[in-house]
């Protein structure tokens, strides 16, 4: 039996092996899942909404056991694993307690006697989904979804299954029935069949551009619905008005947390000209100071990548930039030491046609733009393949919404980083995806959006 194993990125080590599905064994479940929605739809949003608050509580008990094992798995650090499972468990009961709302009738008014807008579950959603957030990332898709009234299936990536397990058996220990949510420990050569069964109405991923167009590509010849969720190169403006001390605290926040590697995080920092050798030397100053080490270790900034070839990549990446004219700044070495280790690292003076301006980096290396002015600051942070986080460090607010308005990407944060928040819609455009994830917006991606008219 096919089997695949999990390997702890901060020692090398072996953590566990986990059988793989075969393809009957798949179809079985997703035929499960599909039986378990002809119930499901029928609960009341009250029924739903009493499951996903004790899903949140699940989440609350069993915090430091499951962020334990994320950090064990994708490397993370022991602080930021635990903020994440809090996220889950906000996540659930935002939607256990707005959901009937979000997904109220609108009515309309027309000739009819009564016209309106009612919003109906659609049937089984697969979700792709990353390590990166092993645990946010699958809740974000799954407390809307099921909430809605829908039920679904997750194939996570392969370096996290532990944690796949784990988010199963939370919503098992919740209450939910058998089939209301589905872990698929199958190979990435599956999900053409899994998207290609009858069961199977629509699918959302977050993940990489290839994976994206992959799977778009796949679920467009079967026109079945997809939101996806791809990489990005968040572009940060640095304006010559700013709080330097804010500034770098933030830019080193936003390129380590995580390890670095976050589709919305900061990765290139495009400053103005007039403050561009002040911001340098003392973020290079607050990047080298950052302490990278053991994930579980409270005091570590940050840790190893997740897996070593993501490690190798970023490497060649760095070195690509730096053979293009980019200069090295800091870190750029890989370290003589066991784990998937890369030390903090910027390259600075880039410009358009390099490595590390027109790619994402996966990790801890920064990109450090100079900008002339406002205007040109805005050009540089839009000439780039991906659109899905970006912001303005500014000690003007006024001027940095109006620099805000003109970027283009899902989301522009003024003086903070970018976050997806439950409230709020989240998502890219050009490379970095389409649809939306969260608030209104996202609840409403996977439903039946239909016309009541009477006469």
């Given amino acids: 039996m096919a089997s695949t194993t999990t ?7 072996k953590i566990a092996d986990y059988n793989r599905l075969s393809i009957n064994e798949t179809k079985d479940k997703i035929a499960q899942s599909r039986k378990a929605y002809e119930s499901w739809k029928q609960k009341t949003y009250e029924e739903r909404a009493q499951l ?7 989440l609350d008990e069993n915090k430091e056991e ?6 064990r798995e994708m490397g993370k650090t022991i602080g930021q694993s635990r903020k994440e499972i809090e ?8 939607y256990a307690d707005n959901s009937k709302g979000l997904l109220s009738d609108e009515i309309v008014k027309t000739e009819a006697t009564k016209s309106y807008v009612t919003f109906q579950p659609i049937g089984v959603v697969l979700a792709v989904m990353p390590w990166n957030f092993p645990f946010y990332q699958v809740i974000r898709f799954a407390a809307p979804a099921l909430m809605a009234g829908n039920t679904g299936v997750l194939k996570h990536a392969s370096n996290v299954q532990g944690c796949a397990f784990a988010l199963e058996d939370a919503f098992t ?3 939910f029935p058998v089939g209301a949510f589905t872990n698929l420990n199958i190979d990435s050569k599956l999900v053409k069949d899994v998207i290609e069964d009858k069961n199977i109405v629509a699918v959302t991923l977050t993940g990489s551009d290839p994976a994206g167009r992959s799977v778009a590509s796949i679920a467009g010849q079967n026109l079945k619905k997809t939101v996806m969720e791809l990489g990005g190169s ?13 500034a770098t605290d933030l830019a080193t926040l936003g390129r380590l947390q995580n390890n670095g590697q976050t589709c919305i995080a900061a990765k290139r920092f495009v400053v103005l000209d007039k403050i561009y050798d002040e911001f340098l030397a003392l973020f290079t100053k607050k990047m080298k100071a950052a302490k990278m080490g053991e994930p579980t270790a409270e005091d570590s900034y940050y840790g190893p990548m997740a897996r070593f070839d993501l490690r190798d990549e970023l490497h060649e990446q760095v070195l690509k930039t730096i053979a293009q004219g980019g200069r090295l700044v800091l870190g750029g070495e890989i370290p003589l030491c066991k784990g998937a280790y ?6 600075a003076d880039l410009e358009l046609g390099m490595e590390g301006f027109d790619n994402e980096l996966f990790g801890p290396v920064a990109s450090v733009i100079r900008a002339k002015d406002d205007a040109h600051a805005v050009e540089l942070a839009n000439n780039s393949q991906f659109g899905l986080g970006s912001g303005v460090f500014t000690g003007n607010n006024e001027r940095g919404e109006k620099l805000a308005l003109q970027l283009e990407a899902g989301s522009s944060f003024v003086n903070k980083l970018v976050v997806s928040d439950p409230r709020l819609p989240f998502g890219g455009i050009k490379n970095s995806g389409y649809g939306r994830e969260l608030a209104a917006y996202g609840i409403r991606e996977f439903v039946n959006t239909k016309t009541i008219w009477i006469k």
């Fill in 87 to 94: 996220k889950c468990a906000l996540v659930c009961r935002y």
């Fill in 342 to 347: 890369y030390p903090a690292t910027i390259l």
């Fill in 7 to 13: 390997i702890n990125p901060s020692t090398g080590e």
């Fill in 52 to 58: 996903m608050h004790k899903l949140a509580d699940v």
């Fill in 66 to 71: 499951y962020a334990q094992l994320a950090t």
């Fill in 234 to 246: 968040d572009a940060y403006i640095i304006l010559d008005d700013v709080d330097m001390q804010e």
């Fill in 173 to 175: 220990k919740a209450g």
